[in-house]
């Protein structure tokens, strides 16, 4: 049998804290989490703070069997929390408290070592916020490994002096449809990214070979980022409405599995999760988009970001 492919996530691992519950998240803690139940050699680098939640956020990600050994605990700042004011469902308020302490991630000899024996390495732009964090995965930036940026946009925490510098490390870019939108308007790129809704239904056969059914924007900025950036692959979600994968020039499209939706939280995580997966596993694009469709829809039927589950449990609820 052949080795697990050995992954490492870097940046926050948090609370939601809603006004009844709490719920633990985190971007990169969810990847995470999602890779470890789908059978990768996954670590999590990371910061949490000398208090109750830290402690109950690192058993939470143990009972999961995600090693902790690179999570590191900060005496000074609290465990990362976002406060969830959701007294308007249409108009959900995030308060993502600053600072935290995924702020203050430190370079390490250890965090360094993990990464050069990395099989892929995932970094989102939340945490770099703040500059200890931002200097820490800086300098990992520089180790040899493949590199996955899910840019993850959370206003008002993105800079694009620092994004543009990731982008010229990043081999693969993972997108949504607004995030797509603002990095063409940084960049000064036509507005107008739109994508045609497809009557085709999800299923096996919903993948699709190389599709025009793309606006010239995403086009040209699709282009663009291939061209001035070393990103060889850029992956666009697209929600219920499947995914793109933009690869030499060409789109390939998956229009996405139907399924009975719980809620939304996390299914770009399990998304992303399930293209690492396939990707390391040197799947054809059909079949990684296939899968990590599949992975989307299936937490969308689950309530919160990290249920626990079985690969077997995945087919059975999208019917693979």
């Known amino acids: 049998m052949s080795m697990a492919k050995k992954v490492i996530s870097f940046g926050e691992m948090l609370w939601d804290c809603f006004p009844d519950y709490d719920i633990a998240g985190g971007a990169p803690m969810n990847v995470a989490l999602n890779l ?7 670590q999590m680098i ?3 703070g000398k208090d109750e939640y830290g402690q109950k956020l690192k058993a939470f990600v143990q009972s999961f069997g995600l090693p902790t050994v690179l999570v590191q605990v900060d005496d000074t700042h609290m465990t990362g929390k976002v406060i969830v004011d959701n007294k308007d469902k249409e108009n959900i308020k995030y308060d993502i408290v600053s600072p935290v302490a995924w702020d203050f991630i430190e370079l390490t000899s250890e965090n360094k070592n993990a990464v050069a024996q ?7 732009s939340l945490a770099i916020r703040n500059n200890r964090s931002w200097e820490t995965l800086f300098k990992l930036l520089h180790i040899p490994t493949l590199k996955i940026f899910d840019i993850n946009l959370r206003a008002p925490y993105f800079d694009f002096e620092k994004i543009e510098i990731i982008f010229g490390y990043t ?8 995030e797509l939108q603002i990095v063409a308007d940084h960049f000064g790129i036509a507005s107008g990214i739109t994508f045609e809704v497809s009557a085709q239904k999800g299923g096996k056969d919903s993948s699709s070979k190389p599709t025009s059914k793309v606006s010239d924007t995403t086009r040209e900025l699709c282009a663009f980022l291939s061209k001035h950036f070393p990103i060889k692959m850029i992956c666009i979600t697209l929600g219920s409405r499947g995914a793109l994968i933009y690869q030499n020039d060409n789109f390939t499209r998956h229009h ?13 995580d399990a998304f992303l999760s399930g293209f690492v997966k396939t990707y390391l596993e040197e799947k054809s694009l059909s079949e990684i988009l296939d899968f990590s469709c599949a992975m989307g829809a299936f937490v969308a039927t689950k309530r919160g970001g990290t249920p ?5 449990d995945v087919g059975k609820t999208v019917n693979l």
């Open 171 to 178: 081999d693969i870019l993972k997108v949504n449809e607004e």
């Open 118 to 124: 990395a099989d892929a390495f995932i970094f989102g």
């Open 46 to 48: 990371s910061r949490i």
């Open 36 to 42: 470890k139940q789908l059978g990768l050699d996954i």
């Open 256 to 268: 996405g599995y139907k399924v009975q939706v719980e809620d939304t939280v996390g299914s770009g």
């Open 308 to 312: 626990r589950y079985g690969i077997e």
